[in-house]
């Protein structure tokens, strides 16, 4: 029973239509789901992805108008990666953030890899992490996109950083219980230049990576728009999701108990410093429901939520995504 990977990053936004222009117009990648948010029905999800919405590809945005902006703190998902093929695709990317007036900077060395950290227009902290041939988790689809040569696509997730006051809870949970490795250390580029300790899981990568910061400095991190509410973790079938939600309760650690999301089976559960992980089957996937071709195109609703269509769709606020 070992974890995948990254599965996906739910974060909050306060501008949807705006929020789609970035990730699809600027980042170029797709829409693969458009549906709600399951615990607020008068609110969106979406899902932007490779060109299939595989596991492990996928961010996806909580649609909260006139929400507060996040404050930056421990107890938080500091920075997001997304994986592009190589060093080339960062001197493109940097042209195109240049182009579209979007903060980034240098390109750097992070974790032995060429990165270019940039953020989004809510703040949201970004890295492009160039694969550059790394052995480990296999990258995405690239998305076809006219003004975005393929070889230069965002391809799939890379290392999440997890900020904390104190590491060694943290780390706990993720080597005992969810058979993560130590896989080395770098130093921060920024202000503290605090030590980053590497854990990794599966076959490796940066699609298998969490990355610790500690940092007793800060104040704790006050959620809001811009910043990270979750981390997701693969989990290859139904099979071991059932083990994992025995496992954690062989362990008495408090969890959620088996959650039916429809596109996958979730498991939710706080780590000792407060970061919100969440375990999710890649299956069945986001083709469920809509075939692959036509993904994002119409507000999706599992199974479950068809019935309240009517009252829900007259609830939601118009969405002008285009």
């Not at 694969?131 to 689809?141: F, S």
Request: with cysteine; proline share 5%.
């Amino acid at each position: 029973m070992e974890l995948l990977g990254l599965h996906h990053v739910s974060i909050l936004t306060g501008k949807a239509e705006k929020n789609y222009q970035f990730y699809t117009k600027i980042l170029g990648m797709r829409l693969v789901k458009k549906t709600v948010n399951q615990d607020n029905t008068e609110s969106y999800h979406l899902f932007y992805a490779d060109a299939e919405g595989t596991p492990g590809t996928e961010i996806t945005f909580f649609d909260i108008p006139h929400l507060e902006q996040t404050h930056r703190g421990t107890s938080d998902i500091s920075t997001v990666s997304l994986r592009v093929r190589n060093s080339d695709s960062l001197l493109f990317w940097k042209e195109r953030f240049k182009q579209f007036g979007v903060q980034h900077d240098d390109i750097q060395k992070r974790a032995n890899r060429e990165t270019l950290a940039f953020s989004d227009f809510e703040g949201t902290c970004l890295i492009l992490v160039a694969d550059n041939d790394e052995k480990g988790v296999r990258a995405g689809i690239p998305w076809e996109k006219n003004d975005i040569p393929m070889e230069h696509a965002i391809i799939g997730l890379g290392p999440v950083t997890l900020t904390v006051p104190i590491a060694e809870p943290t780390i706990g949970i993720l080597t005992e219980i969810m058979g993560f490795r130590f896989a080395g250390s770098y130093n921060s580029h920024v202000g503290h230049r605090a030590e980053i300790l590497i854990y990794t899981t599966g076959e490796g990568g940066s699609g298998a990576e969490v990355h610790i910061e500690t940092r007793p400095d800060l104040a704790r991190a006050r959620l809001g728009r811009g910043g990270v509410h979750h981390v997701a973790f693969r989990v290859p079938n139904e099979d071991e999701y059932d083990q994992w939600v025995a496992r954690l309760n062989e362990y008495r650690l408090p969890n959620s108990g088996k959650v039916e999301r429809y596109y996958f089976k979730a498991l939710y559960f706080r780590e000792p410093n407060g970061i919100l992980f969440e375990l999710s089957t890649d299956t069945p996937g986001f083709a469920a429901d809509e075939p692959i071709e036509t993904m994002g195109g119409k507000l999706s609703l599992p199974p479950f939520l068809e019935p309240k269509r009517k009252e829900i769709e007259e609830k939601l606020r118009p969405l002008n995504l285009n």
